[in-house]
């Protein structure tokens, strides 16, 4: 049973630029949580996802960030016109649905964004 | 705004010793609590849940939940030093459709050998 799988797990993008970060949930597993971690500090609630649908997205810069969690497919966390701010570790973490008997959230390696 | 608390840190004690790391919660919403454990440079990984009054124990590990306190502890009996990590306390809102899950900042503990 395969974890949930993040990619890239590093990517460099120029200022400008846009940046794609993509998050496959553990199998059984419908719903994604989008976090931000800059170093030394704690995980920032950015997004949370179920299929087809934005639950919460309190967390999300109001310009240049969306995600999408498709019916079929990653979901996606996109940056748009990335700046050297944007520059941090991106987790993905999914969990079951409640009903399904289980609340747990597991995460993914992460992506490492890095705007030079 | 619902938040999670850690003490601030960080926690450092030598090995063998019982390792306490708590944490609070601001809503009486939240109903499942978790403990994750996060290396330096790696991704956190569940170490324990606990959505009941009472300890729950696992290992060398116990968690303890106070829902009238709204406080939740993780307790690390015979602490070794490849313990040392960053502790993260998350707890669970469940309002309709929305689980949030919400972090604390987290608490390193060292533990010395």
């Known amino acids: 049973n395969a974890g949930v799988m993040q990619n890239p797990r590093h990517l460099v993008r120029r200022r400008g630029q846009e940046a794609r970060l993509r998050c496959s949930p553990m199998?059984?597993?419908?719903?994604v949580y989008w976090y931000r971690q800059l170093p030394e500090e704690g995980l920032k609630f950015m997004v949370y996802l179920q299929k087809e649908n934005i639950i919460d997205e309190s967390g999300m810069p109001k310009e240049r960030f969306s995600a999408e969690f498709p019916k079929e497919g990653p979901s996606i966390l996109r940056i748009q016109q990335v700046v050297r701010g944007d520059s941090a570790a991106y987790f993905c973490?999914?969990?079951?649905?409640?009903?399904?008997?289980?609340?747990?959230?597991?995460f993914g390696q992460g992506t490492r964004l890095t705007v030079v | 705004q619902k938040e999670v608390e850690q003490n601030s840190g960080p926690l450092s004690v030598p090995e063998g010793a019982i390792a306490s790391l708590n944490c609070t919660y601001s809503?009486?919403?939240?109903?499942?609590f978790f403990w994750y454990r996060q290396y330096s440079g790696k991704s956190p990984e569940l170490i324990m849940s606990?959505?009941?009054?009472g300890d729950k124990e696992d290992g060398r590990f116990t968690a303890q939940l106070n829902k009238a306190s709204q406080y939740v502890s993780l307790l690390i009996r015979d602490s070794q030093p490849s313990d040392s990590a960053t502790y993260l306390c998350a707890a669970l809102y469940s309002g309709g459709s929305n689980y949030k899950l919400t972090f604390g900042k987290g608490t390193l503990l060292t533990v010395n050998p």
């Open positions: 809503d009486r919403v939240s109903q499942s």
């Open positions: 199998k059984g597993h419908s719903h």
């Open positions: 973490a999914s969990s079951p649905r409640e009903e399904m008997g289980g609340t747990e959230a597991f």
């Open positions: 606990i959505y009941s009054n």
